[in-house]
């Protein structure tokens, strides 16, 4: 009976053993691969693999670094994006020696006017017989904070010129007034911003001028740059031309990123419509799309309450010249310097937007990827 319990004893633990060393030799599951496919956009020593990139809002074609040890035969490429139309595709896959390709991806322009709302689509880059893959994500344009596109004005005319129809800042339905306050006139209670037909009037012809102000917007205090574009155009008609110029403020923290020295204050000029052009009133926004830019510092924080204030006219005592102006399309976006474009250097600075704003001069329409 001893000897059977010690054979016995003896052949579990042999047994033990033998699992334990099975156990030692099995893969496990969590552990790293050893096949990568990594995604560079440059093939500088320092740079690092990402798995989102950004690109230029204008038609352009983008060459991303892929380095891999898988044989590049195995690996196919391709782009997905959530338009009816593909906003861009892969048009090249180039290998440049060895575990390296280079894969280069066509994208129209954002727009053919100045929107710059992120929109983003996805290029994968995969070994399907190895089920290993990279996904990346292509982002062109940036996060809105606030936009309104003045669509929900339907007011009097779409000219300008013709005023019957508009309606006060007073009459406004609470959804309207949501968007955009304003200030009274002087120590009055009248405001002179009225809605118009997808657009905004600040100002009257007796002489008030006007300010439109953006509101709150919790999400301003996670941020340290933004960008704030809209379109302006001053009025005129057969006789008579309207003081151009206007203000626009940043209020409640926050600073121009133009100046050295903190300044929150800017004065530009509107361009004036043509009323003579065989496309009017279609056009009267060529020339007249507007993009700023803001910065919160140590001294001077973005923050919840940081507005933006557009301003006509004197909001204290009537002019003798009219500064009726015309603006729609606001929004305020976002920066992020470590993934968007740096639109501050592009268009040099706060003014007229010369990267997609839109022109009296004739430009091709790249937004689609043929």
Known sequence: MLRLCQLLSATVLLGAVAFAGVSCNRVDPNAPRSEYIEVYDSLDDEAEPKTAFSISVKADTTVFYVRTNVDPAKIEVEWQDAS????????????????????????GSR??????????????????????GSYITIHQGCVARFANDCANFKYGAADPNITDGET????????????????????GTISYLFGRYGYLKLGDALGHGACLITPYTNDIAKDSLLMVSFRAVAYNDAT????????????GGGEYRDFEESVKKMEFTAPYYDINDPDYPANIWN???????????????????????ITAGSLTEKADVNSRLFVTRVYIRRLDVK??????EMNGGSGIDTILGLTSEEREDDTIIE
Request: zero cysteines; aromatic letters at 14%.
């Open 84 to 107: 009816t139309s593909p906003w861009a595709k892969v048009v090249g896959v180039e290998q440049q020696g060895k575990g390296l390709l280079a894969v280069s991806v066509a994208a």
């Open 111 to 132: 727009t053919t006017y100045g929107y710059y709302t992120r929109r983003s689509g996805m290029l994968m880059i995969y070994a399907r017989e190895l089920n290993l």
């Open 168 to 187: 006060i800042y007073s009459a406004w339905n609470s959804n309207q007034k949501g968007y955009f306050s304003t200030q009274s006139f002087g120590t």
């Open 240 to 251: 008579t031309k309207d003081n151009n110029k206007f203000t626009v403020e940043i209020i």
């Open 287 to 309: 020339d007249g799309e507007f993009m700023l830019f803001f910065r919160g510092t140590d001294a001077n924080k973005l923050s919840s309450n940081t507005q933006i204030k």
């Open 339 to 344: 993934v968007d474009e740096d639109y501050f």
